[in-house]
């Protein structure tokens, strides 16, 4: 793993920095704004296979403007405080810029998920939710996780369920984390929320040929060659989607073993189950192997994905990279000072506190379902339902009135009448947001000759949003 260079948050404040040294605010603010509310950490003892095992854990909160703050919980062993802190920071800065109406926050627990059997983990899952909970640092009205790294469904179903154990009266109770599975409080569409956050941000970056003409990209995603690190949850449905809606080809994938290129196109899903089935990308058919995968980071290619890890990129090898277009869909995966490298070659990057909002987007509706007790988009689809029979009806009436030739076929009024289902209410949600979030960087961006990119441009947004709410509401 690639440590960064002076630490984690030192690096996103470097960019923070540069957005603020654009703006007009107190030097007081601006230092309120940067900075880390507060970072618990735990050690909890869990006696497993006849011995007590200490784990350390954190749950970092770094900006209370909006309440609750928001962020997911990270299982690795890589997990400390920098780390929590400058992606607790990325969250405040991420919900701003697509105005989802929380403060930010992050968790993380000190843990190779794969040394533990999963009635392990359950235990272990279950005693640090019930440490966070004791503190309110998992409260549906203070504190909302939600997935990342080495964690998913199945983690968010524990933490929800012994909260719930533990505060029997709280009818929001299951608002208390996102990302659970759709059986358990859930939202249909949150387990590819990222990804297909990633897709809609490169398809809204490829409606505008200026923002392409500054990476040198001309045309559409299709047959786009594309590189992807990490085909886990982020990477896997990023990739999935790009290529099988989008006709771009995944000619490389990186993972923990290794990389594997195709010139013709990796088959995503084959991919995934071959990781599944021997636990890296080595011995994948039809495919060049290097047992280095970071060289891959440097290949020729259209687009590079990094769904990692943090870091992955910096001044040691950014001279190198040759993608003309980096969209970030993990987070921190450039480096501030690797970032400069780049701009000055002339890469465009998508950056992180947008491409990967996709996540925190959709956890906000699944946040709004439970709270409202209600499945989401019910009482609309029954409006809609009853607004379309009025339509369907006239339509049949006029055609049998005028005696034209025709009728509506049963299978398409079926689909007519059953109208939009969740995944669809959440997808278009989705897509809005991205649209819109894209639109006001952008603004910035090509609006104003100071400055230089993507990232200064959504850093700007969204300290402006953060700033005006301590200015309306005091600190
Ligand atoms: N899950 C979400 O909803 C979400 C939301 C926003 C941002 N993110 C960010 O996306 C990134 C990935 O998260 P995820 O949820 O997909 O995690 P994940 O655990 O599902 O997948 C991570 C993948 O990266 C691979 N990986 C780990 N170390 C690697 C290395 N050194 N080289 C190559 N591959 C490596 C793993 O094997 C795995 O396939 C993280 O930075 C996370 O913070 C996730």
Known sequence: MTAIQGGFTASVNAMYDRAVSLMDLS??????????????????????????????????????????????????????????????????????LVETPFGGS?????????????????????????????????????NVPAPDMGTGEREM??????????????????ACVTGKPANAGGIAGR?????????????????????????????????KRIVVQGLGNVGYHAA??????????????????????????LDVDAVRAHIRETGGVKGFPDARFDANGATLLEADCDILIPAALEGVIHTGNAPRVQAPLIIEAANGPVTAEANDILLDKGCVIIPDLYANAGGVT??????????????FGRMQRRAEEARHQVLVDELERLSRDKGLAWTLSDDFKARYL????????????????????????????????????????????AISRIAASYQAKGL
């Open 27 to 96: 030097p007081g603010l601006v230092e309120k704004i940067r900075v880390c509310n507060a970072t618990y950490t735990v050690r909890f003892g869990v006696r497993l296979r006849g011995e007590i095992h200490t784990f350390t854990g954190y749950r970092s909160v770094h900006s209370e403007h909006m309440e609750p703050v928001k962020g997911g919980i990270r299982f690795a062993m890589a997990v400390d405080q920098d780390e929590v802190e400058a992606l607790a920071s990325l969250m405040t800065y991420k919900c701003a």
């Open 106 to 142: 992050k968790g993380g627990l000190c843990i190779d998920p794969s040394a533990w059997e999963p009635h392990e983990m359950e235990q272990i899952t279950r005693r640090f939710a019930y440490e966070l909970i004791k503190r309110d640092l998992i409260n549906p009205a203070q």
């Open 157 to 174: 179903a524990w933490m929800a369920d012994q909260y719930k154990r533990m505060k029997t009266t709280d009818i929001n109770g299951n």
């Open 191 to 223: 387990v590819e929320a990222t990804g297909r956050g990633v897709q809609y941000a490169l398809q809204e970056f490829f409606r505008h040929p200026e923002d392409m003409a500054a990476a040198g990209l001309t045309g559409t995603l299709d047959g």
């Open 240 to 265: 999935k989607f790009l290529s099988s809606e989008d006709g771009a080809r995944i000619t490389g994938v990186i993972e923990r073993d290794g990389g594997i290129w195709s010139d013709t196109g």
């Open 362 to 375: 959709v956890s906000y509706f699944e946040w709004v379902k439970n709270l409202s007790h209600i499945r």
């Open 418 to 461: 059953r109208g939009a289902g969740e995944l669809e209410l959440v997808r278009s949600g989705l897509d809005d947001t991205m649209r819109g979030a894209y639109g006001a960087m952008r603004e910035v961006w090509q609006g104003r000759a100071d400055v230089p990119d993507l990232r200064t441009a959504g850093f700007i947004v």
